[in-house]
């Protein structure tokens, strides 16, 4: 890994994980690979206590944390306050975005919610209300894999662009080896697509979202507990 100076402003990662991943409802059935559960162990990642945290402009106070593990399926929960748009452009519309989110509750603009996740040795992946999952980063994926599940709106697809052979993704102070995810069909109101970015050792280590308009915002997100 090479070390480079670097120094992230670290919020929390609820927010973005919470609202990106789960917008829109599941249909039961897919034909597609990534929908079975992935291999592997349980790991410290989806352990009980364990925090995570990015930069995220518009939300202030946000806490993020697994409250429950049982067996490779981790809750975590997310809480945080919306900031007024007035004060900080960026926030323009993440309340109302918010307020379609069905795993989040709303009190003003205190936001708090829960989503689940399957956390192994292997990757992680969302698991939705109805039991069904989709693979988001899958370790021993190779280019071109693709993931795909049938939504209520069309299809969610996740396909592998990228596997590193060398360290050449900036995170923290270190470059490091990842799985390039790019994101299509969330229908998220005026986002184009998300590229994730999954590391081995250190789980999910960045979100790239792009916008309709061209513009995008790269969020590092670190946990506080690492694989072996």
Known sequence: MKVIRFIPRVIAVAFM???ISSCGVSDSGSS??????IDG???SLG???NGFSTSVMGITDMEMGVTQQNGDISTIRFEGRFIDDNLIPAAAGLLELAESNSDMS???NQMSGTREFRITTKGFQDVFPDGSCLTIINYDAKEGDTYRKKMSGGDLVRKVVKVSNDDDFPWGFMYIKTVKVEETGSRIPGVSKIVYYGNHKFGLVGMDIIFEDGSERMLNVFSDNYNE
């Not at 597609?32 to 559960?37: D, I, K, Q």
């Open 41 to 43: 162990e349980p790991t």
């Open 47 to 49: 352990a009980v206590g």
């Open 106 to 108: 709303l009190d003003g």
């Open 17 to 19: 994980i919470g609202m």
């Open 32 to 37: 597609s690979t990534g929908t079975e559960p």
